[in-house]
Each structure stands twice: as C-alpha cells, then as structure tokens.
C-alpha cells in the first residue's frame, strides 16, 4: 500500500521559517510529480507547490520567492523550504503525488503561524 508520511510542521512566528518534507512508503515506482497542498479552515484545498521529476515547478502566486520546493525522484521524496513565513500560510499542507497514473496524499500537517 502506498503511504506519503510528511514531517517538519510545527508552531512559527511570522517571518520565521519551516521546512516540510514527504516521503512515500509502500512503492516500487518513482512519482511522476510530487508537490504541496494546503488547506486552512473554511477554505478550499489549494496548490502550493509542484514538482516534476523531469525537475519543472510549478508555485502559487501566494508563495512566490519565498517557498522552494526540492525533490529527489529517486527516493520519492519531496521537501517544501518556506521562508518569511506570514499568518495566511497557517494550514494543514499536504503532501501529493503522481505515480502510475494515479493520485496519492499525504494525511496532512499543521503549521501554525503566530506570536
């Protein structure tokens, strides 16, 4: 059975930083995208990071300069480097990927922006 664990969210202070990563289990293929989703409470889930194994990113406009996303395909893992961290990146993230024409996720962690 495929399973995406992520590590790394936690309580930070606006400006700090925090860096997620995800690593499936459970595979004998490599993901053809890995990425980052977040979803805060009342909102809808949404895209905040993407990468191919053919190494192509995609970001939200919301995280732009301040986010990277790093993979290594072929340990099927998937990190996220956020920086300047702010109050509206508070939400669970969720780690995503693409393997063999189907999608996976992750069970999500909190990171929680506040003083």
């Known amino acids: 059975q495929v399973r995406l664990a992520e590590s790394g969210g936690g309580l930070v202070q606006p400006g700090g930083s925090l860096r997620l990563s995800c690593a499936a289990s459970?595979?004998?293929?490599?993901?053809?995208?890995m990425g980052w989703y977040r979803q805060a409470p009342g909102k809808q889930r949404e895209m905040v990071a993407i990468?191919?194994?053919?190494?192509?990113?995609n970001y939200a406009d919301s995280v732009k300069g301040r986010f990277t996303i790093s993979m290594d395909n072929a340990k099927n893992t998937v990190s996220l480097q956020r920086n300047s961290l702010k109050p509206e990146d508070m939400a669970v993230y969720l780690c995503?990927?693409?393997?063999?024409?189907?999608?996976?996720w992750g069970q999500g962690t909190q990171v929680t922006v506040s003083t």
């Open positions: 995503y990927g693409v393997g063999r024409g189907q999608n996976y």
């Open positions: 459970g595979t004998i293929f490599s993901f053809n995208v």
């Open positions: 990468m191919t194994s053919a190494g192509s990113t």
